[in-house]
Protein backbone atom coordinates (compact mmCIF):
# COMPACT_ATOMS: atom_id res chain seq x y z
CA UNK A 1 0.00 0.00 0.00
CA UNK A 2 1.43 3.64 -0.51
CA UNK A 3 1.64 6.16 2.00
CA UNK A 4 -1.21 7.53 4.25
CA UNK A 5 -0.84 11.45 4.07
CA UNK A 6 -1.75 14.00 6.59
CA UNK A 7 -1.57 17.68 6.15
CA UNK A 8 -0.52 20.01 8.61
CA UNK A 9 -2.83 22.79 10.09
CA UNK A 10 -1.35 25.07 11.59
CA UNK A 11 -2.17 29.10 12.14
CA UNK A 12 -0.06 31.81 12.74
CA UNK A 13 2.37 29.28 13.18
CA UNK A 14 0.80 27.08 15.69
CA UNK A 15 -0.48 23.78 15.30
CA UNK A 16 -4.14 23.22 15.65
CA UNK A 17 -4.75 20.04 17.89
CA UNK A 18 -6.75 18.48 15.30
CA UNK A 19 -3.45 17.66 13.48
CA UNK A 20 -2.12 15.61 16.29
CA UNK A 21 -5.30 13.72 16.12
CA UNK A 22 -5.15 12.56 12.83
CA UNK A 23 -1.10 11.93 12.55
CA UNK A 24 -2.18 9.43 15.63
CA UNK A 25 -5.27 7.92 13.53
CA UNK A 26 -2.93 7.71 10.52
CA UNK A 27 -0.17 6.27 12.34
CA UNK A 28 -2.78 3.08 13.82
CA UNK A 29 -3.65 3.23 9.44
CA UNK A 30 -0.65 2.68 8.88
CA UNK A 31 1.04 0.12 11.02
CA UNK A 32 -2.42 -1.94 10.37
CA UNK A 33 -1.64 -1.74 6.71
CA UNK A 34 1.99 -2.49 5.99
CA UNK A 35 2.06 1.35 4.96
CA UNK A 36 3.90 4.48 6.11
CA UNK A 37 2.33 8.00 7.39
CA UNK A 38 3.78 10.97 5.77
CA UNK A 39 2.78 14.76 7.02
CA UNK A 40 2.65 17.24 4.65
CA UNK A 41 3.95 20.85 5.47
CA UNK A 42 3.22 23.71 4.25
CA UNK A 43 4.40 26.95 5.82
CA UNK A 44 6.43 30.32 5.98
CA UNK A 45 8.76 28.37 8.07
CA UNK A 46 7.98 24.99 8.32
CA UNK A 47 11.39 24.49 10.95
CA UNK A 48 9.17 25.46 13.99
CA UNK A 49 6.63 22.92 12.86
CA UNK A 50 9.04 20.39 12.00
CA UNK A 51 10.17 19.85 15.63
CA UNK A 52 6.97 19.03 17.36
CA UNK A 53 5.75 16.46 14.65
CA UNK A 54 8.77 14.93 13.85
CA UNK A 55 8.34 12.38 16.22
CA UNK A 56 5.04 11.21 14.92
CA UNK A 57 5.53 10.32 10.85
CA UNK A 58 8.01 8.06 9.36
CA UNK A 59 8.31 10.85 6.64
CA UNK A 60 7.67 14.60 6.54
CA UNK A 61 7.50 17.06 3.08
CA UNK A 62 7.98 20.15 4.19
CA UNK A 63 7.13 22.85 1.19
CA UNK A 64 8.23 26.80 2.03
CA UNK A 65 6.86 29.87 0.56
CA UNK A 66 5.70 33.18 2.71
CA UNK A 67 2.23 32.73 0.68
CA UNK A 68 1.85 29.76 3.14
CA UNK A 69 2.17 31.92 6.38
CA UNK A 70 -1.88 32.36 6.52
CA UNK A 71 -4.32 29.77 4.97
CA UNK A 72 -5.79 30.26 1.71
CA UNK A 73 -7.31 27.24 -0.21
CA UNK A 74 -6.62 27.93 -3.74
CA UNK A 75 -2.66 28.29 -2.98
CA UNK A 76 -2.71 24.84 -0.73
CA UNK A 77 -4.89 22.92 -3.71
CA UNK A 78 -2.41 24.12 -6.25
CA UNK A 79 0.45 22.82 -4.38
CA UNK A 80 -1.27 20.05 -2.88
CA UNK A 81 -2.36 18.70 -6.53
CA UNK A 82 1.49 18.84 -7.33
CA UNK A 83 2.48 16.76 -4.37
CA UNK A 84 -0.90 14.42 -5.01
CA UNK A 85 -0.02 13.50 -8.19
CA UNK A 86 3.74 12.89 -7.94
CA UNK A 87 3.31 10.97 -4.20
CA UNK A 88 0.22 9.23 -5.15
CA UNK A 89 -0.94 8.44 -1.71
CA UNK A 90 -3.30 5.68 -0.39
CA UNK A 91 -5.23 8.34 2.08
CA UNK A 92 -5.17 12.25 2.13
CA UNK A 93 -6.38 13.17 5.64
CA UNK A 94 -7.22 16.58 6.52
CA UNK A 95 -9.12 17.78 9.77
CA UNK A 96 -12.70 18.42 9.66
CA UNK A 97 -12.33 21.98 10.22
CA UNK A 98 -13.03 25.35 8.57
CA UNK A 99 -9.70 24.82 7.19
CA UNK A 100 -10.72 21.23 5.89
CA UNK A 101 -13.79 21.78 4.56
CA UNK A 102 -12.89 24.92 2.40
CA UNK A 103 -10.05 22.81 1.00
CA UNK A 104 -11.00 19.07 0.73
CA UNK A 105 -13.42 18.63 -1.68
CA UNK A 106 -12.35 21.09 -4.32
CA UNK A 107 -8.57 19.41 -3.90
CA UNK A 108 -10.75 15.85 -4.60
CA UNK A 109 -12.55 16.78 -7.42
CA UNK A 110 -9.45 18.25 -9.04
CA UNK A 111 -7.67 15.42 -8.55
CA UNK A 112 -10.90 13.31 -9.65
CA UNK A 113 -10.20 11.06 -5.83
CA UNK A 114 -13.44 9.26 -4.09
CA UNK A 115 -13.76 11.55 -0.73
CA UNK A 116 -15.89 11.94 1.95
CA UNK A 117 -15.86 14.66 4.93
CA UNK A 118 -16.92 14.06 8.65
CA UNK A 119 -15.74 10.96 9.24
CA UNK A 120 -15.65 9.97 12.80
CA UNK A 121 -13.97 6.54 11.65
CA UNK A 122 -11.87 4.90 9.23
CA UNK A 123 -11.36 1.18 8.36
CA UNK A 124 -8.88 -0.31 5.37
CA UNK A 125 -10.36 -3.66 4.34
CA UNK A 126 -7.92 -5.22 1.35
CA UNK A 127 -7.40 -1.76 0.29
CA UNK A 128 -10.98 -0.75 0.49
CA UNK A 129 -11.84 1.91 2.09
CA UNK A 130 -14.85 2.54 4.34
CA UNK A 131 -15.72 5.31 6.95
CA UNK A 132 -18.45 5.90 9.68
CA UNK A 133 -20.61 8.98 9.32
CA UNK A 134 -23.79 10.42 11.09
CA UNK A 135 -26.84 11.06 9.87
CA UNK A 136 -30.36 12.39 10.55
CA UNK A 137 -28.32 15.00 13.43
CA UNK A 138 -26.32 12.43 14.89
CA UNK A 139 -29.60 9.46 15.57
CA UNK A 140 -28.19 7.21 12.99
CA UNK A 141 -24.49 6.20 12.34
CA UNK A 142 -24.18 4.99 8.79
CA UNK A 143 -21.21 2.87 7.08
CA UNK A 144 -20.30 4.17 3.91
CA UNK A 145 -17.62 2.25 1.94
CA UNK A 146 -16.11 4.46 -0.98
CA UNK A 147 -15.81 3.08 -4.26
CA UNK A 148 -12.76 1.31 -5.25
CA UNK A 149 -9.58 3.49 -6.23
CA UNK A 150 -5.96 4.01 -5.90
CA UNK A 151 -6.49 6.84 -3.81
CA UNK A 152 -8.71 8.57 -1.10
CA UNK A 153 -9.19 11.92 0.81
CA UNK A 154 -11.22 12.40 4.18
CA UNK A 155 -11.98 14.99 6.39
CA UNK A 156 -11.48 13.71 10.08
CA UNK A 157 -14.25 15.06 13.08
CA UNK A 158 -12.26 16.40 15.88
CA UNK A 159 -12.18 14.36 18.99
CA UNK A 160 -12.87 11.10 17.12
CA UNK A 161 -9.49 9.88 17.65
CA UNK A 162 -7.18 10.60 20.64
CA UNK A 163 -3.63 12.24 20.18
CA UNK A 164 -1.11 10.02 21.10
CA UNK A 165 2.49 10.17 21.85
CA UNK A 166 5.19 8.87 19.48
CA UNK A 167 8.61 7.75 19.21
CA UNK A 168 9.24 7.95 15.13
CA UNK A 169 11.98 9.99 13.49
CA UNK A 170 10.61 11.48 10.64
CA UNK A 171 12.68 11.65 7.39
CA UNK A 172 12.33 15.02 5.80
CA UNK A 173 12.04 15.55 1.90
CA UNK A 174 11.99 19.40 1.45
CA UNK A 175 10.73 20.38 -2.47
CA UNK A 176 10.08 23.63 -4.14
CA UNK A 177 6.83 25.48 -3.91
CA UNK A 178 4.98 24.29 -6.96
CA UNK A 179 3.25 28.04 -6.33
CA UNK A 180 5.41 31.23 -6.04
CA UNK A 181 2.23 33.59 -5.87
CA UNK A 182 -1.11 34.06 -4.69
CA UNK A 183 -4.00 33.59 -7.45
CA UNK A 184 -5.35 37.26 -8.10
CA UNK A 185 -8.94 35.51 -7.91
CA UNK A 186 -8.19 34.28 -3.90
CA UNK A 187 -6.06 36.63 -1.79
CA UNK A 188 -5.59 36.35 2.21
CA UNK A 189 -6.26 39.71 3.34
CA UNK A 190 -5.70 39.37 7.51
CA UNK A 191 -6.45 36.99 10.49
CA UNK A 192 -9.32 38.29 12.48
CA UNK A 193 -9.33 36.25 15.50
CA UNK A 194 -12.80 35.87 17.21
CA UNK A 195 -13.62 37.86 20.02
CA UNK A 196 -12.96 35.18 23.00
CA UNK A 197 -15.64 34.95 25.81
CA UNK A 198 -15.88 34.83 29.64
CA UNK A 199 -14.95 31.71 29.76
CA UNK A 200 -12.46 29.99 27.49
CA UNK A 201 -13.56 26.05 28.03
CA UNK A 202 -10.92 24.58 26.07
CA UNK A 203 -8.28 25.55 28.28
CA UNK A 204 -9.79 24.25 31.66
CA UNK A 205 -8.21 21.34 33.54
CA UNK A 206 -11.48 21.18 34.86
CA UNK A 207 -15.20 21.31 33.21
CA UNK A 208 -18.24 20.69 34.61
CA UNK A 209 -21.01 20.54 32.28
CA UNK A 210 -24.56 20.96 32.87
CA UNK A 211 -27.76 19.80 30.83
CA UNK A 212 -31.73 19.63 30.42
CA UNK A 213 -31.19 17.78 34.63
CA UNK A 214 -30.43 21.46 36.33
CA UNK A 215 -33.81 22.23 35.86
CA UNK A 216 -33.88 26.01 35.67
CA UNK A 217 -31.62 28.87 35.36
CA UNK A 218 -32.00 29.86 38.56
CA UNK A 219 -29.75 26.66 39.79
CA UNK A 220 -27.01 27.64 37.71
CA UNK A 221 -25.03 29.81 40.56
CA UNK A 222 -25.22 26.76 42.49
CA UNK A 223 -23.08 24.77 40.14
CA UNK A 224 -20.65 28.18 39.61
CA UNK A 225 -19.65 28.02 43.12
CA UNK A 226 -19.42 24.19 42.86
CA UNK A 227 -17.15 25.05 39.54
CA UNK A 228 -15.10 27.44 41.46
CA UNK A 229 -14.49 25.18 44.49
CA UNK A 230 -13.07 22.62 42.56
CA UNK A 231 -10.92 25.28 40.46
CA UNK A 232 -13.25 24.70 37.27
CA UNK A 233 -15.40 26.15 34.96
CA UNK A 234 -19.10 25.70 33.63
CA UNK A 235 -19.85 24.45 30.24
CA UNK A 236 -23.08 22.68 28.85
CA UNK A 237 -25.19 20.70 26.64
CA UNK A 238 -27.03 22.19 23.67
CA UNK A 239 -30.34 22.40 25.19
CA UNK A 240 -28.82 24.92 27.69
CA UNK A 241 -27.72 27.17 24.86
CA UNK A 242 -31.39 26.88 23.36
CA UNK A 243 -33.03 28.30 26.47
CA UNK A 244 -30.12 30.62 26.59
CA UNK A 245 -29.14 30.15 30.17
CA UNK A 246 -25.23 29.83 29.13
CA UNK A 247 -23.64 31.51 25.97
CA UNK A 248 -22.92 29.43 22.85
CA UNK A 249 -19.19 29.63 23.59
CA UNK A 250 -19.60 27.01 26.82
CA UNK A 251 -21.23 24.45 24.21
CA UNK A 252 -19.79 21.11 24.68
CA UNK A 253 -20.35 18.60 21.56
CA UNK A 254 -20.57 18.34 17.71
CA UNK A 255 -22.09 21.57 17.35
CA UNK A 256 -20.06 23.05 19.82
CA UNK A 257 -16.78 23.14 21.24
CA UNK A 258 -14.35 19.61 21.58
CA UNK A 259 -12.43 19.80 25.28
CA UNK A 260 -9.95 17.94 26.51
CA UNK A 261 -9.70 18.65 30.18
CA UNK A 262 -7.85 15.98 32.87
CA UNK A 263 -11.53 16.15 34.76
CA UNK A 264 -14.68 16.15 33.32
CA UNK A 265 -17.75 16.21 35.23
CA UNK A 266 -21.52 15.98 33.83
CA UNK A 267 -24.27 17.23 36.15
CA UNK A 268 -27.89 16.15 34.19
CA UNK A 269 -26.26 15.06 31.56
CA UNK A 270 -27.68 12.45 29.45
CA UNK A 271 -25.21 12.05 27.19
CA UNK A 272 -26.50 12.53 23.33
CA UNK A 273 -23.82 11.77 20.86
CA UNK A 274 -23.89 14.97 19.69
CA UNK A 275 -22.34 15.88 23.31
CA UNK A 276 -20.45 13.13 23.63
CA UNK A 277 -18.21 13.54 20.85
CA UNK A 278 -17.16 17.09 22.61
CA UNK A 279 -15.90 15.36 25.43
CA UNK A 280 -15.20 12.10 24.99
CA UNK A 281 -11.37 12.54 25.33
CA UNK A 282 -10.76 14.20 29.04
CA UNK A 283 -8.79 11.95 30.76
CA UNK A 284 -10.99 11.45 33.49
CA UNK A 285 -15.11 11.42 33.36
CA UNK A 286 -17.74 11.49 36.30
CA UNK A 287 -21.11 11.81 35.23
CA UNK A 288 -23.92 12.43 37.78
CA UNK A 289 -27.72 11.49 37.04
CA UNK A 290 -31.20 10.35 38.30
CA UNK A 291 -31.45 8.06 35.45
CA UNK A 292 -29.03 5.17 35.88
CA UNK A 293 -29.91 3.72 32.14
CA UNK A 294 -28.15 7.60 30.75
CA UNK A 295 -25.45 7.03 27.94
CA UNK A 296 -23.59 9.30 29.85
CA UNK A 297 -22.73 6.29 32.00
CA UNK A 298 -21.50 4.29 29.14
CA UNK A 299 -18.33 7.13 28.46
CA UNK A 300 -17.61 7.51 32.32
CA UNK A 301 -15.32 6.64 34.48
CA UNK A 302 -17.10 6.96 37.95
CA UNK A 303 -20.77 7.52 37.89
CA UNK A 304 -22.85 8.75 40.55
CA UNK A 305 -27.06 7.76 40.61
CA UNK A 306 -28.59 10.35 42.27
CA UNK A 307 -29.84 13.54 42.38
CA UNK A 308 -27.76 16.01 41.68
CA UNK A 309 -29.27 18.64 44.02
CA UNK A 310 -27.95 16.50 46.99
CA UNK A 311 -24.50 15.26 45.68
CA UNK A 312 -23.23 18.83 44.37
CA UNK A 313 -23.07 20.71 47.79
CA UNK A 314 -21.77 18.30 49.83
CA UNK A 315 -19.15 17.01 47.27
CA UNK A 316 -18.62 21.41 46.95
CA UNK A 317 -18.25 21.31 51.21
CA UNK A 318 -15.99 18.11 51.08
CA UNK A 319 -13.59 20.03 48.62
CA UNK A 320 -13.48 23.58 50.65
CA UNK A 321 -12.95 21.34 53.94
CA UNK A 322 -9.44 19.82 52.19
CA UNK A 323 -8.56 23.33 50.89
CA UNK A 324 -8.82 24.61 54.70
Avoid at 273 to 294: C, E, L, R, Y
Amino acid sequence: MNDIFVLIEHRQGVIRDITFELLACGRDLANKNNAKLTAVILADNFEKIIDKIKTQAHKIIAVENPIFKEFNAESYQIALVEIIKKENPFLTLIGHTAFGMDLCSSLATELKLPFTTDCLDIKIDDEKLSVTRQMYDGKLNSKVVLKESPSYMLTLRAGCFPAEDSSLDAEIEKIDSPISVEPDYRKFIEYIEIVAGEVDITQSDIVIGVGRGIKEKDNLPMIEEFADAIGGVVGCSRPIVDAEWLPKDRQIGSSGKTIKPKLYIALGISGAFQHIMGMKTADTIIAINKDPNAPIFNEADYGIVDDLFKIIPVLKNKILEMKA
